[in-house]
């Protein structure tokens, strides 16, 4: 991660996957994978004093050999902690001509919090490199 002196954009989240993650590839040849994960958020309290939880989808990004290994092992449904930063994407939408933005997590490490199903040798860290490259979705 790069980082200005005195600032921090981290982010760790412990979720499921909603959906199986789409993979694609750049015309360099880069993979690049996409899955939304859901996570809870406290949101206020009920008369009885108990918690109120809504969920919250987080779109999540990893790149390269992660996003190769996210796509062969996570599915529908899994587990997983992510580690990375938030990222906000621009561009102009070539309709209305508006400004339109995406913010989602920058994966740098994904942990598999499930246990296996088969006796696969899923690995259970992986990390990927940094890199800045265009989106070809």
């Known amino acids: 991660m790069h980082a200005v002196k005195g600032t921090l954009n981290r982010v760790d989240l412990i979720g499921h996957l909603g959906a199986d993650p789409e993979m694609r590839f750049l015309s360099s040849g880069k993979a690049v994978c996409r899955f939304n994960i859901a996570t809870n958020r406290i949101s206020g309290q009920n008369e009885q004093g108990q918690r109120n939880y809504e969920t919250e989808w ?18 529908k449904g899994r ?10 994407d621009s561009w102009t939408d070539k309709e209305s001509g508006q400004t339109r933005y995406r913010t989602y997590v920058r994966a740098r490490e994904v942990l598999f919090l499930d246990a296996r199903s088969d006796q696969s040798s899923t690995p259970a860290e992986v990390g990927a490199q940094d890199t800045d490259d265009e989106l070809p979705f």
């Open 79 to 88: 587990k997983v902690l992510i580690s990375g930063s938030l990222r906000t």
């Open 58 to 75: 987080t779109q999540i990004e990893a790149w390269e050999q992660l996003a190769e290994q996210c796509n062969s092992y996570l599915h």
